[in-house]
Each structure stands twice: as C-alpha cells, then as structure tokens.
C-alpha cells in the first residue's frame, strides 16, 4: 500500500480516527475530531473528507451511528504508513529484563516468565511458541539405563533446550556397551543440526550398522522420532486471557465462548503463529482482521515476531482486537523478541 493513495489531509483524518477509535471503542465522529485535535478544519470538511475515506474502504460506517470505525484496509495504512512506535521507557525497560534475568538458565521458565511478561505490559493475550528444535545443533548426547531393556536418551540442543525420549531395546543393556555407544554418537554427531543428522544418519553410521548391539538398531529404526521436534516443538505457552476478554469487542457471551474456544485450541494458534512466519525475516509482523488465514480470527489483529535460542527459531506476539494501541504493541514485541534473544546468547 501506497502513502500516495491518499492525500495529506485524508491521512490526516484516518490517523485520527485510528487513535480516537483505539483508546474509545466508540465509532468517531466529525465534531470529536475537530474538538479532540487541533486540525483547522471544519466539521464539514471532516466528514466530506471522512465520506471519501469511507468510499475508498479506510473506514466504515456501523450500523445507524453518525460515527465511522477503521476497516481491515484503514488499519494496514496505519501500520504501515501513519504509525510512529512507541519508546520504551526506562523503568518498562528494567521490569523486562530483571524478569529474564531470574529465569534465563530455565528455557520452559523463562518463556513462561516472556509471555505473562508481555501480556502485562500490553494488557492483552499473549503467546510464546517453543522453538523448533530440528534446526537447532547438536551439543551432546547422554543414554542413561532406566532397566534392563530401556534406556533414555537425553539430546541436549546448544544453550540449553533438551529433549528426552525413552527407547525399548530388544535385548539385555550393558554398562559398558552405552558407553561405547555414546561416544560414538556424540563423535559423529555431536555439532549438527537435528535435521542434518536425521537426513544422513545412516550415512554417518554405515560401518556400525551390523553391529550386534541393540542400542544401535533401536536409533537405526527410531532416528526420525529421536532428531525430531517431539513434543516441545508443539508448545505454546499464553497469558492474559482476562485481557482480552475484558475488551468491549469480547463483551458478549458468544465473543467470551469465541476467545475460549481460541484459547482451548491450541492446534489453530500454533498453525497462526507459524504462518505469521512466511517470509517475515526478523522483522515484527502485523496481521489484521480478514488478513489472518481463518475466518473465526476476522476479529482478531496478531503482532508477532521471531527470537533465536541459538540457531533455534521459536516466535513469541500478542493476539487482540484489530482495536489495539499498534504503536505502543509493534514496540514491545520488538524489544522483548530482542532483549529475549540477546539474553540467551549471553547465558
């Protein structure tokens, strides 16, 4: 979207109608934004200008109120082109970083701690997906004897992520034989990426494959599951429900039971954030309304952006109301996907 597509003047009014509309929830009229703002325009030519706006879809006209509300399209020429972000103040600055700083040894903790962070800071839902391990390298790997016939191996991602997974083996364990056996893996294995080594672990171990050790036809018939994202790979973790359900959009009973059914389904959110993905490099993406790709999200904006754990993409952001303060949420999301991965590259 083009700054051309409209003039100074009808930029003017659609940024004032975004801000008056986000901190009110109430359609906005001519005569408030001649009142509210110091523009030198009539109320005439407010709504003349606010007519062409409507009928060129920046802003719409709810039900029979004399005020106008921003669409999908109003919005996106907002953020993109009218929006000045917001500064962080210092003390915000302090409160994010003395609250990583007391978890950042525990990667589950801290993207705890990250999203109840971030929904406190913009009063609104937020979300903080694990990373995806199977782009993460390889740091070491340690089999532990649980019985006889079961052992469980602990894949260790560089800085910290850890993946455990038991594996039943068909005969009987020897001490010895899993130490042997660990070497090994952690020789050929030890700096690859999981993806890597589930594409050339056969490669990598051709000379041991006929082996009679159990240990290592159980990894040979199990790589893909054992150098796979697992689990972790499938968490998210949200805070601030409340939030969002306290917002005038979600006031109703069947707006409440829409949030839970969002919230309860975490399937749909992963699928979201991991689209948000799509060629957003490192930069905040902001999807608005319609723009997300299911419709039970038309009423919903998503600010979201990537953090590393190493090599390991995880995504953290803010689901709300197309009604949200865009400049104050694009900013904290930035910071904190910043202040986030610079802390982990320091630990």
Known sequence: MKRDQLNDREQSI??????????????VGSRNI????????????????????????????????????PT??????YVDL??????????????????????????EELLTSVSRILSSITNQLACVVYPKLETGVLEKIQLVKITSSRILAVITIKLGLVKTITL????????????????????????LSLFEIRSTFRERMRDVAQQESEIYT?????????????????????SGTRHLIRQP????????????????????????FEKSTEGSSDQVVVSIGKE?????????????KEYLIGGVKGRLGIIGPKRMEYSKIVAMVDYISLVLTDSLIKS
């Open 292 to 304: 997300n790709e299911l419709p039970r999200l038309d009423d919903y904006s998503l600010v979201t």
């Open 34 to 69: 001649t009142k509210k703002y110091d523009i030198g325009y009539s109320p005439a030519t407010v709504r003349n200008i606010m007519s062409d706006l409507e009928e060129s879809g920046f802003i719409g006209h709810p039900h029979t109120s004399a005020g106008r509300v």
């Open 218 to 238: 159980v990894f040979f018939d199990s790589v893909n599951r054992i150098f796979s994202d697992g689990p972790q790979g499938e968490k998210l973790y949200i």
């Open 72 to 77: 999908d399209k109003g919005y996106r020429f």
């Open 249 to 272: 959009e979600f006031e109703s009973p069947d707006k409440i039971q829409n949030v839970v059914d969002l919230i309860e389904d975490k399937d749909i959110l992963l699928h979201v």
């Open 168 to 191: 039943e083996v068909s005969g009987e364990i020897k001490d010895d034989q899993l130490l042997v056996v660990q070497s090994l893996l952690n020789e050929r294995l030890a700096g």
């Open 14 to 27: 659609l940024r004032y109608i975004v801000q008056q509309f986000i901190l009110t929830a109430v359609p």
């Open 82 to 107: 009218l929006m000045n972000r917001d500064e962080i103040d210092e003390f915000v600055r302090k409160t994010i970083n003395n609250g990583l700083e007391k978890v950042i040894n525990e990667p």
